[in-house]
C-alpha cells in the first residue's frame, strides 16, 4: 500500500477547496464587496423610482441594520450587465464622512457605479423587499388607486 506524504495529503484538500468555493459561486452567485459594516454606517438614504419617491433618510439602527443585510440579497454572476435606469437607490452616509451607493433594478446592481449582471431573481425579489420594508404605506397606496 502506498503512503501518501503530508505535502500531497494537504494539496490534495487545498485543491478540493478551491473547486467547492468556485462551484458554490458559479451556483449562488458572487456577493457584493465593499457593503459597509453596520457599525459603519451614521445613517441611509433610500429612494424608489418606480414609486416616484424622493429619497427618505433612515436613522434608527434597525432600519440601517436592514438595510445593510438586504444587500445581501444582491449576488450577481459574471458577465456584461443589462444597463438600464435603477429602480432602488440605497445610499449609505458612513461614520468617516464618506458615502457607498447601491442601487438595482430587476437585472443590474450597481455598486459606487460600478455594473453587475445580478443572478436569478435576486433583483425583482430585493426590488419587493425593500418597497415592502421602508415604503409600505406608499405601496397600498399605489395599489389602491389601480
Known amino acids: 500500500m502506498k503512503k501518501i506524504s503530508f505535502n500531497n495529503y494537504l494539496t490534495i484538500i487545498i485543491i478540493m477547496v478551491i473547486i467547492v468555493t468556485v462551484?458554490?459561486?458559479?451556483?449562488?452567485?458572487?456577493p457584493l464587496?465593499?457593503?459597509?459594516?453596520?457599525?459603519d454606517v451614521s445613517y441611509v438614504?433610500?429612494?424608489?423610482?418606480?414609486?416616484?419617491?424622493?429619497a427618505r433618510k433612515f436613522t434608527e439602527m434597525k432600519d440601517i441594520?436592514?438595510?445593510?443585510?438586504?444587500?445581501?440579497?444582491?449576488?450577481?454572476?459574471?458577465?456584461?450587465?443589462?444597463?438600464?435606469e435603477p429602480i432602488i437607490e440605497l445610499v449609505f452616509h458612513l461614520k468617516d464622512g464618506n458615502s457607498f451607493v447601491i442601487s438595482a433594478n430587476e437585472k443590474t446592481v450597481y455598486?459606487?457605479?460600478k455594473a453587475y449582471s445580478l443572478k436569478g431573481d435576486n433583483g425583482k425579489a430585493f426590488i419587493k423587499i425593500i418597497e415592502g420594508a421602508f415604503f409600505f404605506s406608499e405601496l397600498v397606496e399605489k395599489e389602491k388607486g389601480k
Do not use: Q, R
Open 45 to 54: 438614504e433610500i429612494s424608489d423610482n418606480k414609486l416616484n419617491i424622493n
Open 23 to 30: 462551484g458554490y459561486f458559479l451556483i449562488k452567485g458572487i
Open 65 to 84: 441594520e436592514k438595510a445593510v443585510n438586504l444587500t445581501n440579497l444582491l449576488l450577481y454572476k459574471l458577465g456584461t450587465p443589462e444597463e438600464k
Open 111 to 113: 455598486s459606487n457605479g
Open 33 to 39: 464587496f465593499g457593503v459597509p459594516k453596520i457599525e
